[in-house]
């Protein structure tokens, strides 16, 4: 898939992003792509120019921007080293809904305004933390978002204010939910309560289990599950199929 290396401009700075189209005249329905903790690398470019494959303009956004020229993480190590985890759990943390919020407006901004994009709406995908982020900004973006995704993604039922699912009654979006087996940071009761949330909401929702650890959809994950990986794609594939305009 052709692949442009640009930056777009957010109220807090200057946001490194890769976008992928598919090959043809397009326009195609555009989509943002939240990586999970380990921020944008090789894996998270060979997911997005799949995605675009399938008929979408897939924009994958450097969401730690502000920690400057940060090292990568290997996903193979880092939360057994205590100096790595440290620096990924501290990264994490400066994510916070509102700023979450301010880039989201910027990346839609950047999508609208692109040939090759179809729209004013988009869809949103995201894995493990991009997973809280996707939920987040379906709530916080109501008017821009027409389809959210959020695989093995964590968080998004907390006892804080800020909690994702407390956002229901603005999110205006079709949400589906892939949850990881085992996973302390989305469980049975935090399902149960998402879908009741959603539920009473009136939002268009789907929330499945996948037999499989947290991160098996990326592929550089050490949980990574091929047949989970799969069922992914299908899901979401299917549900930007049905949301996204042509």
Known sequence: MPKITDTVAT?????????FAPAGPGP?????????AGGVR??????????????????????????????PFDMTTVFGDAQERARIMFMMGTLTPDRVTRDAGALFDYLASRPEVAGQ?????????????????????????????????GGLVTDNPDSPHLLADQIS????IGGAQNDASFTTDHAEQLDKALTAAGVQHRIEWYPAAHGFAVPDNPP?????????????TELFGATLAP
């Not at 450097?62 to 920690?67: K, Q």
């Not at 979006?173 to 589906?176: G, L, N, P, W």
Request: charged share 15%; with cysteine.
């Open 11 to 19: 109220p807090d700075g200057s946001c490194p992003v890769h976008l």
């Open 28 to 36: 195609w329905p555009g989509v943002v792509m939240f990586p999970d």
């Open 42 to 71: 090789v894996t998270f470019d060979q997911m997005a120019a799949r995605l675009a494959g399938s008929g979408y303009v897939v924009l994958l956004p450097d969401v730690y921007y502000r920690e400057g020229d940060w090292a």
């Open 121 to 153: 709406r988009f869809g949103v995908c995201g894995y493990c933390m991009g997973g809280r982020m996707s939920l987040v900004i379906a709530g916080r973006q109501a008017d821009r978002v027409v389809a959210a995704a959020s695989f093995h993604g």
């Open 173 to 176: 979006a079709t949400v589906y």
């Open 224 to 236: 990574y599950d091929t047949a989970a990986d799969e069922r992914h794609w299908a899901a979401m």
